[in-house]
Structure formats: structure tokens, C-alpha cells
């Protein structure tokens, strides 16, 4: 995977939100430890109803209350990883407080998927269920 300042495929160097195009494009580098997708929305209920396969359910209240999943998650994953974020869509409130707590924990958020879980379904992108992150796409 390039570095951030080098994007050449997709031309997403430097682009704070990331199209559902560009996002299934980043999906090819879960399985290979170079790319964590995260679900902010702090709906644990809908995490577990659908998402990107190979999400990590990760939302600032996780951060806030301590949750030993997001301390887990600080400890284990090298801040050099290239982390993407998405919640239910829209305003992305929850995608951008949850790269804010990642921020203040040293981590660069490259990327925001702003059409969320919302436009994940509707254009029939692919879907894990319940608690665990599920396969990444290959």
C-alpha cells in the first residue's frame, strides 16, 4: 500500500473523506495488516446487525469509558497503521470524534468513509454480523 502522501491508485492522498469506491479499494489491505477499518457507530446493536467485513467497532464512548477493546486496540496496533473510519453517514459526528480520540493516542487518521453504513447497504457492499469482526475481504 503506498504511503499517504503517495496515493496513486483512487488519488486519495490528502483527502479527509473517502468514497465507497475508494473504501472497498482500501479493503484489500485489512487482511494484510496494513489497513484497520473502523466502525465508530457506538450502537453496539448495530454493529452486530451489519458491517464491513473486518471492522473493528471502535466509538469515542469506547475511548472515553476506558473500554478495554479501544485500550486493546492502542496497545496492539502499530500507530503507523493506515486506519479508516466510517459510522451511520451523514454529518460523520461519530467517525470524527472517534479519529479525534485516535488523534490524542498518536494514531494519523487518513481517511473517513462520509457515506457510512448508510451508503455501505445501499449500494449492496459486502456485510458481516454479530460481535465479531468477520472475515476481511481478501
Not at 477493546?69 to 451523514?90: H, K
Not at 494519523?108 to 454480523?129: C, L, M, Q, S
Request: with cysteine.
Amino acid at each position: 500500500i503506498p504511503p499517504p502522501d503517495a496515493f496513486a491508485t483512487e488519488d486519495i492522498a490528502g483527502q479527509e473523506f473517502a468514497s465507497f469506491e475508494q473504501t472497498m479499494w482500501l479493503l484489500n489491505f485489512v487482511a494484510t495488516g496494513q489497513v484497520v477499518v473502523i466502525d465508530a457507530r457506538h450502537d453496539a446493536v448495530a454493529y452486530e446487525a451489519g458491517h464491513i467485513p473486518g471492522a473493528l467497532r471502535l466509538s469515542a464512548d469506547m475511548f472515553d469509558d476506558l473500554d478495554p477493546a479501544a485500550e486493546e486496540f492502542v496497545i496492539n496496533t502499530p500507530v503507523e497503521t493506515r486506519v479508516v473510519i466510517y459510522c451511520g453517514g451523514g454529518e460523520c459526528d461519530e467517525s470524527i470524534n472517534t479519529r479525534n480520540r485516535l488523534y490524542d493516542r498518536g494514531f494519523e487518521v487518513y481517511h473517513i468513509f462520509k457515506g457510512g453504513w448508510e451508503e455501505w447497504t445501499a449500494k449492496r457492499g459486502p456485510v458481516a454480523t454479530g460481535t465479531d469482526p468477520g472475515e476481511p475481504m481478501p
